[in-house]
Every structure is written in C-alpha cells, then in structure tokens.
Nanobody, 127 residues
C-alpha cells in the first residue's frame, strides 16, 4: 500500500489542523492505521492508531482529548483532527499502515511494528 500524507502547515497555538493520509494500491480496510510524529533530534513517537473499520482507537496521553483519529474506507483516507495545538506538537507527522492490529498496546505504539509509511507532513505551531 502507498500512503500520501497532507494537510500540515503553520498554525498559532490554540489553533486547529486536519491531516489526511490517502492510501492506494491495496484494499484500505485491510490495514490498521496510525499516526506518528518526529521532532528534530527526537525519536519517532506514537500519536494515535485505529483499527480496520474504525471501531477501536488509541491515543498517546499527550494528545488525548485534543486529537481525533478517523478513517473513511470509501475514500481510502485516514484523518487526524488536531485541536488546541501547542508548540510541543511541532513535528513531522507520518501516517503508517499494517495488516496486523497487534493485541499488544506497547507493540502498536512502537514505530517498528508498522510496515508501510507515508512521506510525512510538517506541522509547526507558533507560540
């Protein structure tokens, strides 16, 4: 599956952005999906994940209550609605896909568990 992320940009603290990730090449609903982010000098970190039809979601504590992950299997698109953005949210955001939804939350939150990656989209939050 090929993934293309978009929707990043520059926003003031307290603002909102919606990221999109469009999939092609395979049946989108066969894949669990996730968002990760990476700030300069830091490891890639888990943001949120969602099961094949969206029935289950998982969020990092740092974004819970502010970010919402969702998917549209008709449009082959994954979304990340980001509200109440903070300067600490500044990073390159990546979408990821894998055929397996690991039963281990720890594994799902590890970027090495995800096989397919988009190219990343930059989010910059100014204070």
């Amino acid at each position: 599956v090929q993934l293309q992320a978009s929707g990043g940009g520059l926003v003031q603290a307290g603002g909102s952005l919606r990221l999109s990730c469009t999939a092609s090449g395979r049946t989108f609903s066969d894949y669990a999906m996730a968002w990760f982010r990476q700030a300069p000098g830091r490891e890639r970190e888990f943001v949120a994940s969602i099961t094949y039809r969206g029935g289950t979601t998982d969020y990092a504590d740092s974004v819970k209550g502010r970010f919402t992950i969702s998917r549209d299997n008709v449009k082959n698109t994954l979304y990340l609605q980001m509200n109440s953005l903070e300067p600490e949210d500044t990073a390159v955001y990546y979408c990821a896909a894998d055929r397996t939804w690991s039963p281990s939350r720890r594994a799902r939150r590890n970027f090495t568990s995800w096989a397919h990656w988009g190219q990343g989209t930059q989010v910059t939050v100014s204070s």
